[in-house]
């Protein structure tokens, strides 16, 4: 089980050096990490002040869910610090919040798009990524191989919001800054990842794959949402007919 003092909080990066070894945060992983939890929360106020969730999916935020299950088990029997402990239950708790106000709150649930909010994450992605996790994982242990599946999950987690999207083609203010906000925290934890490694000599592998695939996911949105504030225009998407 590797050292988590040098994982990031959602958990990417990885630490092969003894734990007195581990190095402090760096101001690109906290950006990461406020640009995930500011996501998170814009989607949160979005949800409680319209109670409406047109156009959010939420099988993204149930995959979510699993990435935080995951990739968080370790809260049961190790302590990092309590910035590490109180991201982590705050990304679970909240996600969790999210899906029950989805599926069960009213009115919010009421205004769940489930049919336009049907891609099989359950029979194209769980199943590889399952997969993946037990492949590329660092050692064979119930926490390593959770590990590795969370990364792979998360890397294709923004594809069923990115669908429904693009079945809607005019995107909310909000919801595009939640989405832009996600892809903005990936982009961090890249210049995270260059950082540590000419400052730390750090390798992971497994991370920086699938972070990059998550990141290329965002690529088309970007151009679209960029182009929309650059124009001060509605995000609108190129969709399916």
Avoid at 168 to 182: D, I, P, Q, R
Avoid at 219 to 226: N, S
Wanted: a positive charge; glycine letters at 6%; one cysteine or more.
């Amino acid at each position: 089980w590797q050292c988590d003092c040098c994982r990031s909080v959602d958990g990417v990066a990885a630490c092969e050096r003894p734990r007195s070894h581990c190095r402090n945060m760096n101001i690109f992983r906290l950006c990461g990490d406020m640009l995930h939890l500011t996501s998170i929360m814009m989607l949160i106020f979005k949800l409680q002040k319209s109670k409406s969730c047109v156009g959010v999916s939420c099988k993204m935020q149930e995959m979510y869910a699993m990435v935080f299950c995951c990739r968080y088990l370790d809260l049961f029997w190790s302590y990092i610090s309590l910035y590490n402990s109180v991201m982590k239950i705050i990304f679970i708790t909240s996600t969790f919040y999210l899906i029950y106000m989805m599926r069960f709150k009213t009115p919010t649930c009421q205004t769940y798009e489930r049919a336009n909010d049907s891609f099989p994450h359950e029979l194209y992605l769980l199943g590889p990524c399952a997969l993946f996790g037990i492949l590329f994982t660092e050692a064979y242990s119930i926490p390593d191989v959770l590990w590795s599946m969370s990364i792979w999950l998360e890397s294709v987690a923004i594809l069923p919001q990115l669908v429904l999207m693009q079945r809607h083609k005019e995107v909310e203010n909000l919801t595009s800054h939640f989405v832009g906000a996600m892809g903005a925290y990936r982009a961090f934890y890249i210049l995270n990842w260059i950082y540590r490694y000419f400052a730390e000599d750090y390798v992971n592998w497994i991370g920086w794959v699938g972070g990059l695939l998550q990141t290329g996911l965002y690529c088309d949105f970007f151009y679209y949402y960029a182009k929309s504030k650059w124009y001060g225009s509605k995000l609108v998407l190129p969709g399916a007919d």
